[in-house]
Each structure stands twice: as structure tokens, then as C-alpha cells.
């Protein structure tokens, strides 16, 4: 196990922590733009982006819509796609400060690549970087989702440039530097293979939030 | 288009409760070494689910296999190389745009 570090980041560095993510984050909000203004006109995929603000949830929801399928079904795909944030929001809970409504408002900031940035390996989680490193991708995956809506027409089709791409490349980066050793290479390994298993039948959000019971293998004794 | 403001709207307030029943539930208790051992996993069980689910996530649901397994290889050996991260990205897109006009 690694050292246990209880030095804790300033919102400042958080945000550079969190500035390599503005180039991805920016043209996976694009292609989301792009995809999206046919469906729900030019108005409605900007506000999801500032007030969702949740990837995976908008394009299940988006891709409900484009089916032809009705608001109810939309919004169960994009809520069970976030029900990941559940455990993920018990997991950083103690990092988190203040009266209750304080601390509910700081797990506002709770996104994948923070999650990611701010896990220190040892359980805890650098409540700096969690914070600081989500205002730069919110910037960016709003803005990229105003330009996706308004450059649509140029930019063409976003699958022909790879874009759906981006989103893999970018989350193994990030698994990358999560593997610090044997316990949470298997933990990756099972998380993978959960989802595999379960994507063949099960609802959009199913897969993803049951890779996260993979981490129950903490309990083993090492 | 009443029905895509509800959606929206909805999903704005069911994600903003989602992330904060965690924070508001535990408050500031730190956990037992066990749920700590079990918390320092969440993460790399959780990307590497959502790599896997969004390299073969079909159109309607279900599994599709195409030309982001490609660029998602690409990625790795960049990685691998240790490039820097917005090369990385490029690499992932660039063959995958290359296989689709290939193919």
C-alpha cells in the first residue's frame, strides 16, 4: 500500500491538474454538440452540457431520443448511466468539508478524470484536485458542446474523424496511472470483464456501475 | 420539445442527488481500513469498465466491435511510447478515422 499523504492540494493547482483534460474534453463535448443538435435543436444540448454536465448520461440520453424513444426512457438511461456516482460519492465523502449542504455541494464537483486525478491510492482523496480539476472540463465540455452546435455543418461527422475514440483513450490514460499494484490490476481486470459480461443484455448504466462492485476484492485479505 | 426540456431538467436533478447522497450519508467520518481498501479500488474497477463499455457500446445498446478497438490500441502503444497525453488522443482518433475510411 502506498504512503498515506495528508497534504491536500489548493483549488489552484487543482485546476492545473485538471487543464490537460480541456483538449478531450472540448471535442468530446463537440462531438456531443454535433450529434445532438438534430435531435434536440440548438438550445437544449448547451443547457444539458452546464447543467448535467455528466458525459456518458447525456449521450445515453441522447441516443434514446435519437431512436425515437420517449422523455421517460431518455431520462432512465441517463440517470442509471450516473448511478455510478453513488459509490464513487461514498468514496470521497470524507474528503469533502464543511456543514452538510456544503458537503453536498462539493460532490457536485464528482466527475470520472477527478475521481481519477484526486484517488491518492490509499483510499483517500486529495480534496483540491477533486474540486479545482472539474471547472476547466466544465468550461470545456460546455463550450465544446457550443461549438459542436453551432460548427456542426463544418465539422462533418464526428465518427469519420474517430472522435467516439477519444473517450477510451483518454479513460485508459487515466487507468494507467490508477494501476499502482497487483490489487488493482485484478480490480481492472474484473471491472472490465463485468462489464463484458453484463453489455450484451443490460440497460445503458447497468455495466458500468456494476464494474464498480470489482473493488470488493479490497476485502480479501492481502 | 416540452418532452427534451423534461429530460433535461429531470436528469439535472436526479444526477445533482445522486452525487450527493454519498457526501450528506457519511459526512466527515473517515472509514474503516477494510472500506478503504475496498475504496482505493473503485477507481481503476471503474475505468476500466467504462473503457471497455464505451470501445463496444453498439448504437442501440448491446456490443458492437469496429474501428475504436484500433484506435484504442493506437492509444496504448502511444501511451506505451510515452507521448504526451493530447498525442495519445490523436493517435486513438487518427486510426480510427483511418480505418473507417478504409474500410
Keep these: 500500500m502506498t504512503q498515506v499523504s495528508t497534504t491536500t492540494s489548493t483549488l489552484r493547482q487543482g485546476v492545473r491538474a485538471g487543464l490537460p483534460l480541456v483538449a478531450p474534453t472540448f471535442a468530446l463535448g463537440a462531438s456531443f454538440g454535433v450529434l445532438a443538435e438534430p435531435v434536440m435543436g440548438a438550445a437544449a444540448p448547451i443547457v444539458m452540457s452546464l447543467v448535467v454536465f455528466a458525459g456518458g448520461a447525456q449521450f445515453a440520453a441522447l441516443s434514446v431520443l435519437a431512436a425515437g424513444g420517449v422523455a421517460g426512457s431518455a431520462i432512465a438511461a441517463g440517470l442509471l448511466m450516473n448511478t455510478r456516482f453513488l459509490p464513487m460519492g461514498f468514496a470521497v465523502a470524507p474528503a469533502l468539508s464543511g456543514p452538510p449542504i456544503a458537503r453536498a455541494a462539493q460532490g457536485q464537483a464528482l466527475v470520472d478524470a477527478s475521481f481519477a486525478l484526486a484517488n491518492r491510492g490509499d483510499g483517500s482523496f486529495d480534496r483540491g484536485v477533486l474540486l479545482g480539476a472539474t471547472l476547466p472540463q466544465l468550461v470545456a465540455w460546455t463550450t465544446g458542446t457550443v461549438a459542436g452546435v453551432v460548427g456542426g455543418g463544418l465539422l462533418g461527422d464526428p465518427q469519420a474523424l474517430g472522435l467516439d475514440a477519444i473517450f477510451p483513450a483518454f479513460y485508459a490514460l487515466l487507468l494507467l496511472e490508477e494501476i499502482r499494484g497487483r490489487r488493482a490490476a485484478a480490480a481492472a481486470v474484473l471491472g472490465g470483464a463485468i462489464v463484458l459480461a453484463l453489455m450484451p443484455f443490460a440497460p445503458a448504466g447497468v455495466p458500468v456501475l456494476a464494474a464498480t462492485a470489482a473493488a470488493l476484492i479490497g476485502l480479501a485479505r492481502p | ?103
Excluded: H, N, Q
Excluded at chain 2, 50 to 66: C, K, M
Excluded at chain 2, 79 to 103: D, N, Q, S
Design chain 2, 1 to 103: 420539445m416540452t418532452g427534451i426540456w423534461l429530460v433535461v431538467a429531470v436528469l439535472c436533478a436526479g444526477t445533482v442527488a445522486i452525487k450527493a447522497v454519498g457526501p450528506l450519508a457519511l459526512g466527515g467520518r473517515r472509514p474503516s481500513e477494510r472500506a478503504l481498501a475496498v475504496i482505493a479500488l473503485v477507481a481503476p474497477a471503474l475505468l476500466a469498465g467504462l473503457i471497455v463499455y464505451e470501445t463496444f457500446i453498439g448504437d442501440g445498446g448491446g456490443v458492437r466491435v469496429d474501428a475504436r478497438v484500433v484506435g484504442l490500441a493506437a492509444a496504448l502503444a502511444a501511451a506505451a511510447a510515452r507521448l504526451p497525453m493530447l498525442a495519445v488522443l490523436l493517435a486513438a482518433a487518427a486510426a480510427t478515422a483511418l480505418v473507417r475510411a478504409v474500410a
